[in-house]
């Protein structure tokens, strides 16, 4: 079955760690995405990639990093920066720059910091 | 620019009864309008969209939803709750040059027995 998986579904983090949330497809989409989303603030934009090496920030970039080396890879890193990583965090993906796109949405990781 | 705006966090109904959704967007273009459903812990599907073909858009599990131009507005129905349709709702917009779609706030969907 064609979709989108994301790993560990639970990650805990300790202050001043980094942790690295996967994100992967089998859908052969280009463009993939990076949300996070908090209660009653739906999703927010964290980083996108249009094809492989190249990556945009999006709203809320700070305290996050990203690579896009294979077209079905996209993982996110949470590093100490971000002083609020606690979130549910979902990674997307489409066929390419079109507004009519619809997003696929992989399962989510939720994310704690302890 | 473009945004869209989600009336009610919270919409509670009775099972069997009418479920109306609002959104309403903000687009300088014409626009790409979806609705995607959130079940808890789980990541979003698409349930519909709207391309320009037809203002009235039918999606999965019985929703639909139409466009009015002229009230700005998409908002999501279903003749009939079922308890199944207990999730979070996601109206989202896209349209020109940015193909990166804006997301409302959700609207939570609660269905009483």
């Known amino acids: 079955d064609g979709g989108i998986t994301q790993s560990p579904k639970y990650l805990f983090r300790k202050e001043g760690q980094n942790v690295t949330l996967s994100c992967e497809q089998n859908l052969n989409h280009d463009a993939m995405y990076w949300y996070r989303q908090d209660p009653g603030q739906g999703l927010r934009l964290i980083y996108y990639?249009?094809?492989?090496?190249?990556?945009q920030k999006g709203d809320i970039a700070e305290g996050y990093s990203v690579s896009r080396e294979k077209k079905e890879s996209f993982p996110l890193t949470v590093t100490s920066a971000q002083k609020n990583p606690t979130a549910f965090y979902l990674c997307?993906?489409?066929?390419?720059?079109?507004?009519?796109?619809?997003?696929?949405f992989g399962p989510g990781t939720r994310l704690t910091v302890l | 620019a473009q945004s869209v705006t989600q009336l009610g966090s919270h919409v509670s109904v009775s099972e069997g009864a009418l479920v109306l959704l609002r959104c309403n967007y903000s687009?300088?273009?014409?626009?790409?309008l979806f609705w995607y459903v959130q079940y808890p812990n789980q990541g979003l599907q698409l349930l519909l969209k709207y391309t320009s073909a037809a203002t009235l858009v039918k999606g999965i599990n019985g929703f639909e939803a139409e466009f009015k131009k002229s009230e700005t507005s998409f908002h999501l129905t279903k003749p009939s709750a079922h308890m199944s349709d207990a999730a979070e709702y996601f109206c989202?917009?896209?349209?020109?040059?940015?193909?990166?779609?804006?997301f409302g706030r959700g609207t939570s969907l609660i269905v009483h027995p």
């Open positions: 997307a993906s489409n066929l390419g720059p079109s507004s009519a796109d619809t997003q696929y």
């Open positions: 990639s249009q094809i492989v090496n190249d990556f």
């Open positions: 989202a917009v896209s349209s020109g040059g940015s193909y990166i779609p804006t």
């Open positions: 687009s300088s273009v014409p626009p790409y």
